[in-house]
Structures are given as C-alpha cells and as structure tokens.
C-alpha cells in the first residue's frame, strides 16, 4: 500500500508540476574553498594514460584497466581489451574537476583526448561499446562490451554532458561533436526509457521497481540522474527534467529501514541486494533535491547518509547484503565483507560530503572523513590502500584482510575523485586527520 501511494504521489506532480530545466540555486551550506593539502598524486594515473589511434585515423587517448604489482606495468583485461568506456570516463572528469582546468593546458589536453575516445566508442545505435581492444579494434560483441544501455552508456553520458560546456570553450568543434554524441544517446532514452509504466514486482517481500535500467538497478539510474541533472541544466528539456523525477522516485522507492531498523535506510542496489561498488544513490538523490527543488528527496538521502553510513562504519564495512521482508521486518538473507574497493567508498564519501556542503552540519564533514580514512589505513587490513607519494590504490581488500596489491585504473580514478572532492572541505580534511592511522 505505502509503495502505491508514493506511485500515485509521483504520477500526480508529473500531471500538474512543470518542472524547469534550468540550473537552480544551492541551500546555504559552507562554500568549498580551494584548498591543496597534497593528497591528490595524478603520478601513477598519468602512467596509465596512454595514446591510441582508431581506425578511421582519429587520435586519442584511453586509460589502461589494470596494472600489476611490483612493476605497476600496465595489462589488459583478458578477452575484452585494454582500455574502456568505464574508466575513460571517470578519468576525464577527474582531469575536468582539477580546480586550475581554465588555467591548465595539460589537463585540458588529456580531458579532450579522453573525450575524442568516448565519442570514437559511440555505437550508430546512439549507445556506447565500452572496450578497445590492443590490435585497434572495438570490442563490439562481449557482454561487458556491448553497445547497450548499461553502466558504461551512463557513465559516457555524465563525462560528456559534465565536460561540454568547458570544452566547448576551449574547443568548439569538439564541443559540437560531443552534443551530437549527447543529442543522440538522449534520443534514445525518450525512446527506451522515458515512458515505461510505473509497474513493480516482488523479490523476497519486497516491492521494486521495474522502470529503472536493468529492471530496479538503483545503482545504474543514480548514475544515469547525474548525468541527466548536468544535460538539463544546460538544455530546456522539460521531459528530461520529468524523468529524472520518475528516476529518482524509483530510487526512493528502494529504501529500506530507518535510523532505528536494520538496514537503516540504505538504498537497494538492485532487487533485494545492496553493494557497495558504484552506490551513488544518495548523492544523485542530494543532487536532484537541489535541482528540482524537492526536499523529499533530499531527506531521503540524508537519511542513509546519517543512518546506515555509521552503522558500516562502526561494523567493519560490508561489500554486499541482500535481504528478505519478513511479516514487515527487513531481515539479512546473506552478507559479505569483501572485496573492499575504492569504488565501494567514493560514493559515500561523495555523498557524505554533499550532505555537508548542503546541510552545514559538522556530523557529515566527520562522516566523510571517516570513510575516507580507509584509504590511509582505517581498514581492516590496516594498510594504507592509497600511497600519497605515488598516487596508486591498491585494488582490494579481500577475505581473510589480504591486500592486493595491484592498482588499476578504476581503484586510482576513484581514490583520486574521492580525494580530489574532500581536498575543497576543511572540515573533512580535518576529520580524515582525525581518523587516519599514523
């Protein structure tokens, strides 16, 4: 019944609520100063950024997937290829977010290759092949590959509506390249996604969605809102601004416990299991409160952010927990604590500092800090996952708290975005001070 109301809620704002599609004004909330503190090393990340040539002669530049302890040489990823979409993308907004980008001509070189890449991997059907292989060729065929819409689609989409404005400044003709790539990706979205019914279904006692990517991936929309929130604030698309309500209803819808219940109102990832990696539910959810105006789903997110993020932190972390509603009480069905991973972290961190930045409470600023002490040895394997002379993180933490050692693409990307955010906040800096190991 709940779950029917909050459906019928959604349906009557849509019907009678124009939603503007411009950029809104943040709450009040402390101002992110510049602040370097020296945390941020593009050293080892630098390594992995490597030049290729596509077929049809265009030059640009990708990011190795992995690289191999002792050396760190980079290595492909067996069978699929050796750079992607994935991690292309993630690079080139951490370059973008370099608070000296207007200034910083070798950032602006390497975030315009990046983008030559994605917009090489963009599929005739509008979606986005997500690895290059070393022999030159796309991988068109793998799972993990396909020109479909899944992670590596959205995460093409939120670098290129991110990045457009600014490298349309410095480069208009690759800006207008990177509109069309936009253009047409959105084209398909209206197609694909926009008017799927609002219906759900049942998984273990639990109603979910099924309008989201992958069915009720939470996961996947809260990616693809981000990616929506930036197009929108630079377009008049009243539908797009609709659909990001629609994504992020189904993403509240997910939620489960309160501050005194388990699972202390974390979102479901999909189904009726929460993982760790890639979670960034409750900062897409802070973003679109801010964008359309809505408090509901602000506190929605605050919620997880001031519930469930100390629970994990006073419990050693989980990876993943999937659950089961029994006579209205959400039970653990099963539960892990590895692999730990950077890509596990920077979403909390991510959103924990959001919190801050809206809200001006201090309890978010310690939370952020705390969680990003795991990247200097508040873990469970106490080990310093991030090095600060090298700027590599290691890949994992995995059962039985055994490091590997490794350090790819995507463990340094999002080490580096968590850090590179945290670095404009005092407040969190002072608090990953509190908490890091000595």
Same mark, same amino acid.
């Given at each position: 019944?709940?779950?029917?109301?909050q459906?019928?809620?959604?349906?009557?704002s849509?019907?009678?609520?124009?939603?503007?599609?411009?950029?809104?004004?943040?709450?009040?909330?402390?101002a992110?100063?510049?602040?370097?503190?020296?945390l941020?090393?593009t050293t080892?990340l630098?390594?992995?950024?490597?030049?290729?040539?596509?077929?049809?002669?265009v030059h640009?530049?990708?990011?190795?997937?992995?690289?191999?302890y002792?050396?760190?040489?980079p290595?492909?990823?067996?069978?699929?290829?050796?750079?992607?979409?994935?991690d292309?993308s993630?690079?080139?907004?951490?370059?973008?977010?370099?608070?000296?980008?207007?200034?910083?001509?070798?950032?602006?070189?390497?975030?315009?290759?990046?983008?030559?890449?994605?917009?090489?991997m963009?599929?005739?059907?509008?979606?986005?092949?997500?690895?290059?292989?070393?022999d030159?060729?796309?991988?068109?065929?793998?799972?993990t590959?396909?020109?479909?819409?899944?992670w590596?689609?959205?995460?093409?989409?939120?670098?290129?509506t991110e990045?457009?404005? $600014?490298? #349309?400044?410095?480069?208009?003709?690759?800006?207008?390249q990177? /509109?069309?790539? =936009?253009n047409? !990706?959105?084209?398909?979205?209206?197609t694909?996604?926009?008017n799927?019914?609002?219906t759900?279904q049942?998984?273990?006692?639990?109603?979910v969605?099924?309008?989201?990517?992958?069915g009720?991936?939470?996961?996947?929309?809260a990616?693809?809102?981000?990616?929506?929130?930036?197009?929108?604030?630079?377009?008049?698309?009243?539908?797009?601004?609709?659909?990001?309500?629609?994504?992020?209803?189904?993403i509240?819808?997910?939620?489960?416990?309160?501050?005194?219940?388990?699972?202390?109102?974390?979102?479901?990832?999909?189904?009726?299991?929460?993982h760790?990696y890639g979670?960034?539910?409750s900062?897409?959810?802070?973003?679109?409160?801010?964008f359309?105006?809505?408090t509901?789903?602000?506190?929605?997110?605050?919620?997880?952010?001031?519930?469930?993020y100390?629970?994990?932190? $006073?419990? #050693?972390?989980?990876?993943?927990?999937?659950?089961?509603?029994? /006579?209205?009480? =959400?039970?653990? !069905?099963?539960?892990?604590?590895?692999?730990?991973?950077a890509?596990?972290?920077?979403?909390?961190?991510?959103?924990?500092?959001?919190?801050?930045?809206?809200?001006g409470?201090d309890?978010y600023?310690?939370?952020?800090?705390?969680?990003a002490?795991w990247?200097?040895?508040?873990?469970?394997?106490?080990t310093?996952?991030?090095?600060v002379?090298?700027?590599?993180c290691?890949?994992?933490?995995?059962?039985?708290n055994?490091?590997?050692l490794?350090s790819?693409g995507e463990?340094?990307?999002?080490?580096?975005?968590?850090?590179?955010?945290?670095?404009?906040?005092?407040a969190?800096?002072t608090?990953l001070?509190k908490?890091r190991?000595?």
């Amino acid at each position: 019944m709940k779950k029917g109301i909050q459906i019928l809620i959604y349906l009557f704002s849509i019907g009678f609520i124009a939603i503007a599609c411009s950029k809104q004004a943040r709450p009040s909330g402390p101002a992110p100063p510049k602040n370097d503190t020296g945390l941020v090393n593009t050293t080892h990340l630098d390594a992995l950024y490597t030049p290729v040539v596509f077929p049809d002669g265009v030059h640009a530049s990708g990011i190795y997937i992995y690289s191999q302890y002792p050396d760190y040489h980079p290595v492909e990823a067996s069978g699929e290829g050796f750079t992607c979409v994935d991690d292309v993308s993630r690079a080139a907004l951490f370059y973008l977010r370099n608070n000296n980008f207007s200034t910083d001509t070798a950032a602006q070189s390497k975030v315009s290759n990046l983008i030559r890449f994605i917009l090489e991997m963009q599929s005739p059907n509008g979606y986005f092949y997500n690895f290059l292989q070393t022999d030159g060729s796309i991988n068109t065929g793998g799972s993990t590959s396909a020109a479909t819409p899944n992670w590596w689609s959205w995460r093409a989409l939120q670098a290129l509506t991110e990045a457009a404005p $600014a490298v #349309g400044r410095i480069n208009p003709q690759l800006g207008g390249q990177m /509109n069309d790539a =936009i253009n047409k !990706l959105i084209a398909n979205i209206k197609t694909d996604f926009v008017n799927l019914p609002l219906t759900t279904q049942v998984i273990s006692g639990i109603t979910v969605p099924q309008w989201l990517p992958q069915g009720s991936g939470t996961d996947q929309a809260a990616t693809l809102v981000l990616g929506l929130i930036s197009y929108c604030t630079t377009t008049n698309d009243t539908t797009m601004s609709a659909y990001i309500r629609k994504l992020a209803t189904g993403i509240a819808m997910m939620q489960q416990g309160d501050a005194s219940h388990f699972p202390y109102s974390f979102f479901l990832s999909w189904e009726n299991q929460w993982h760790a990696y890639g979670s960034d539910q409750s900062f897409a959810l802070l973003q679109t409160g801010i964008f359309l105006q809505d408090t509901s789903f602000t506190n929605k997110a605050l919620a997880e952010v001031s519930n469930y993020y100390p629970w994990l932190l $006073a419990n #050693g972390f989980e990876a993943s927990i999937t659950v089961t509603d029994s /006579n209205n009480q =959400i039970q653990p !069905l099963s539960q892990s604590s590895y692999d730990q991973i950077a890509y596990g972290f920077r979403p909390m961190i991510f959103a924990a500092i959001e919190a801050y930045s809206i809200t001006g409470e201090d309890k978010y600023a310690d939370i952020a800090g705390h969680l990003a002490a795991w990247f200097l040895g508040a873990n469970l394997a106490n080990t310093n996952m991030y090095d600060v002379s090298t700027g590599r993180c290691f890949d994992a933490i995995s059962a039985g708290n055994q490091v590997n050692l490794n350090s790819g693409g995507e463990s340094t990307i999002e080490a580096l975005l968590a850090l590179q955010r945290l670095e404009n906040f005092p407040a969190v800096l002072t608090a990953l001070n509190k908490y890091r190991k000595p």
